[in-house]
């Protein structure tokens, strides 16, 4: 079974700094996808990035971005500019390829908390 | 364009009492269907989902049940709550086969057993 790690509960940094978020996951397979999202206090689930596993070209979307490392198992969320808006629980989460065995269900870390400081 | 509505928002219920939580897309036929749920503090941790009409796939042992009576409707049940139901429901989708488009989150119950 697949499994995902993010080995810090909360991380803080100050306002138009960067930090990176970090995630090691778990599986033998060799096509999958890899998404960050990020929850609010309001609780909504909003995706940040995704990551197909075939592509080599880490994926960038305006101030987030990925650094993937294939044969580490490693899928890190770097933010630049940080804003006070970033403040909310991240999720890494994985998804197999494999549709009709695993049905499209995401796999998730257990979170970090990231906290902006003005 | 494609919604996902979720109901009741939040709830209150004592120990021993049913629920129901349900969720509904718009605007999309025949989409994968799950039910998670996070614990205060937590992550997320699946509970079921559906690929199709009637077809339930249980992920976590435990009192809950979930039925799909319809293409898009994804009910979750109990017949009787425990204090360990307590948390927070979010129901999710994604178009059949497009194991590469995204997956959507509905907006969230609350659910506290007391």
């Known amino acids: 079974a697949q499994t995902v790690t993010q080995s810090q509960p909360e991380m803080s940094v100050q306002e138009a700094e960067t930090v990176t978020l970090s995630c090691t996951y778990d599986?033998?397979?060799?096509?999958?996808?890899l998404f960050w999202y990020k929850q609010p206090p309001s609780r909504q689930m909003i995706l940040v990035i995704r990551q197909e596993a075939y592509k080599q070209q880490n994926a960038t979307e305006n101030r987030f971005s990925v650094n993937f490392q294939k044969a580490a198992k490693s899928f890190s969320l770097k933010i630049s500019d940080s804003q006070l808006g970033d403040a909310a629980m991240y999720f890494c989460a994985y998804r197999s390829e494999r549709v009709w065995e695993y049905g499209n269900k995401l796999v998730f870390g257990a979170g970090t908390i990231l906290r902006v400081k003005s | 364009s494609q919604t996902i509505h979720q109901w009741p928002a939040t709830l209150v219920q004592p120990v021993g009492s049913p629920l129901s939580l349900e969720c509904t897309v718009e605007?999309?036929?025949?989409?994968?269907l799950y039910w998670y749920r996070q614990a205060a503090g937590r992550g997320l941790q699946l509970l079921f989902y559906s690929v199709g009409i009637g077809q339930i796939s249980s992920e976590v042992p435990q009192n809950l049940s979930a039925s799909r009576p319809q293409d898009r409707q994804f009910i979750l049940s109990s017949k009787k709550l425990l204090l360990s139901d307590s948390g927070f429901y979010l129901c999710?989708?994604?178009?059949?086969?497009?194991?590469?488009?995204?997956?959507?989150f509905g907006e969230g119950s609350w659910l506290t057993v007391v």
């Open positions: 999710a989708w994604i178009p059949t086969g497009g194991s590469g488009n995204t997956i959507y």
């Open positions: 605007g999309t036929s025949n989409p994968n």
């Open positions: 599986t033998s397979e060799s096509d999958y996808y």
